[in-house]
């Protein structure tokens, strides 16, 4: 009987094992695979991102054709308004799109949290139904193998085990995939995250840096007009009463 329950220990520690190298490989092959992460709200917002920047690029390349040209000094400052305008849309673009992040972030973190609990609760589980199977001598797992007559009979019993442990495996490797997968998808999140948020600092500095040259060729205008009508003036002086 001593030899008998020696064996048994042995095949099930070897099993147990088995069990979860199985199950922890294949979820690693698995979360390598899905690594990847798109939403079609976030696509959004970078599809009207993008044409917004299309559009800047048409209308920055318009204003270099015709920076330093003083004849066409009110059409620059029209260009620069446009530009300042398409620059404000990028920022309420951009700022939606990080709140939308903001908020897919927190979920996925939600969501890890409680595959996180799901994975512990069936790992005690399969712990749980172990040691079930070593405490009741009456009619556990572990009593009918130990009444096994030959090693034929205990390693087709230890199988009828598998099928019994098989359930929470497969359950807590299912939580294992899933989980990966949010932490992967999570992982992107952030990284598109920090990169709005440095474009939306970029689009701060550009809609300043038009908004001063506009400023400086409104007061390029204001002098030409002054200019004018000093011009005026001496071609034409006002008449005293």
């Known amino acids: ?6 064996l048994l220990h042995r095949i099930l520690a070897v099993f147990c094992a088995s069990v979860f ?57 029209e260009y620069l308004s446009k530009q300042i305008s398409l620059t404000s849309d990028k920022i309420k673009v951009t700022q939606e799109l990080i709140s939308e992040l903001n908020q897919k972030i927190e979920q996925k973190k939600e969501e890890i949290e409680q595959e996180s609990e799901n994975i512990e609760r069936t790992y005690a589980n399969f712990l749980n139904q172990i040691r079930i199977s070593y405490e009741e001598a009456d009619n556990s797992v572990l009593s009918v193998l130990l009444d096994s007559d030959g090693l034929a009979d205990l390693l087709s019993r230890v199988e009828r085990l598998s099928s019994l442990l098989d359930y929470d495996k497969r359950l807590k490797q299912k939580y294992e995939e899933s989980k990966a997968s949010l932490v992967a998808a999570k992982a992107v999140l952030e990284d598109s995250l920090a990169k709005q948020q440095k474009y939306s600092e970029e689009l701060n500095a550009d809609i300043q840096n038009y908004e001063r040259l506009l400023a400086e060729n409104e007061d390029y205008l204001n002098t030409l007009a002054m200019n004018a009508e000093d011009a005026r003036n001496l071609l034409h002086p006002p008449i005293n009463a």
Request: charged content about 30%; cysteine-free.
């Open 21 to 77: 190298l199985s199950a922890s490989l294949f979820t690693l092959m698995t979360s390598a695979a899905d690594s990847s992460y798109s939403d079609a709200t976030t696509a959004a917002y970078e599809a009207e991102i993008e044409r917004l920047r299309h559009e800047q690029e048409e209308l920055e390349s318009t204003l270099s054709s015709i920076r330093g040209d003083q004849s066409r000094a009110a059409e620059y400052g």
């Open 1 to 6: 009987m001593n030899r008998n329950r020696r």
